[in-house]
């Protein structure tokens, strides 16, 4: 995937050794942007740690909002028509945690590959995460839209893990305790997961490393360098003691024991000690502490998901579907797309 250009904002930590003079202007080879000099440097074969990319479920979708509204970004704006009017921290959320990636990796992503979160524009909104944009140049139309690109890094990552945690290597061969070159070239041997997943993803080290290290492109040390930047300047919360468990559904986090029936395919999945859903099943289990079932709509004549608005045709009054399949007051559908339990799923006017 192509590395786009972003500034760093970073205090200067260590003196890059050799490269450029201070006034010479780099050029990155894959953007044709103007490159920074490094500002920090990272080990080339340990850029980030397992729990950096797995991590971070507890970051909610109103943490997201608040970033990007804090780096003055367009996507605090933005709403995804193809995913029912979605916001971006929305997407970001709920595609990153549906396949237990970190939302804060994702928004180190996005960065390095389309400088959208700093950005006040739409440049590069189209190839947000640079997935399905080879380095050998142009992008797949599949691909192409925000909420399209975040599902699909998503989902190459947890490819990726999968592999990985099989024992396997990755699609391109990467591997921990494994040394393969990159397309600096470097030889490099990832001693985790994380760094073999970056660099499948992107087989570049770049400017930000401090063996083999380029200055005329991003590369995968780039995404190190804007994931820790992220991480110092909000206030994201370790997510304390408690578990809970993400549900799209709900678009929120349930406590263990609480069942949703998923909005995707109406399956009943429960929320487990260890923070992940059970594999699911077509009726309800019997040990739910809570639930999120679909709510019966005579007006639709059929059962919607939860979090669905709906005009009634009983006294053309908005509500949403709520916990416990009840019915809640909901008179701001029609004009924000939100309810009491949050952005209505889907909206149906009379």
């Known amino acids: 995937m192509k590395l786009r250009y972003t500034l760093l904002l970073l205090p200067a930590l260590l003196a890059v050794g050799c490269g450029p003079s201070e006034d010479e202007v780099v050029v990155d080879e894959l953007t044709g942007q103007v490159l920074e000099p490094a500002t920090t440097e ?36 933005y709403k995804d028509p193809a995913w029912n009017n979605k ?34 524009t739409s440049t590069n909104l189209a190839k947000a995460t640079g997935c399905g944009c080879p380095d050998s140049g142009g992008c797949s139309t599949s691909y192409a839209g925000f909420g399209k690109q975040i599902e699909c890094s998503a989902k190459k990552l947890r490819g990726y893990l999968v592999d990985l ?34 660099y499948t993803y992107t087989p570049w080290v770049g400017a930000y490393a401090i063996q083999c290290g380029r200055t005329d492109v991003g590369g995968s040390s780039l995404v190190a360098v804007k994931y820790n930047q992220f991480k110092g300047e909000y206030n994201w919360g370790t997510g304390g003691t408690t578990v809970t468990c993400y549900s799209g559904t709900v678009e929120a986090n349930v406590a263990v024991g609480v069942c949703v029936q998923s909005s995707s395919d109406a399956i009943w999945r429960q929320c487990q000690a260890d923070g992940t859903f059970t594999a699911g099943t077509t009726t309800k289990p019997t040990t739910c502490t809570a639930s999120w079932p679909y709510c019966s709509s005579a007006t639709l004549g059929r059962s919607v ?46």
């Open 305 to 350: 998901p939860a979090r669905t608005c709906v005009q009634s045709s009983g006294d053309s009054q908005w509500h949403q579907c709520g916990a416990e399949g009840a019915w809640q007051s909901a008179p701001t559908a029609p004009t924000s797309g939100t309810g009491p339990v949050g952005t209505c799923y889907a909206t149906y006017a009379l």
């Open 87 to 120: 916001t971006a921290a929305t997407l970001i959320v709920e595609q990153s945690k549906l396949q237990t990636i970190s939302p804060l990796y994702m928004l180190a992503r996005i960065q390095t590959e389309s400088s959208l979160i700093t950005s006040g």
């Open 42 to 77: 990272y080990d080339m074969h340990r850029l980030l740690e397992d729990t950096d990319i797995t991590g971070g479920q507890w970051i909610t979708v109103a943490q997201v909002q608040a970033f990007l509204q804090q780096k003055g970004s367009y996507l605090a704006t």
């Open 165 to 198: 945690d099989a024992g396997r290597a990755t699609i391109s061969g990467w591997k921990p305790g494994v040394l393969k070159s990159t397309s600096d070239p470097c030889s490099v041997k990832p001693v985790n997961k994380a760094t073999a997943a970056l």
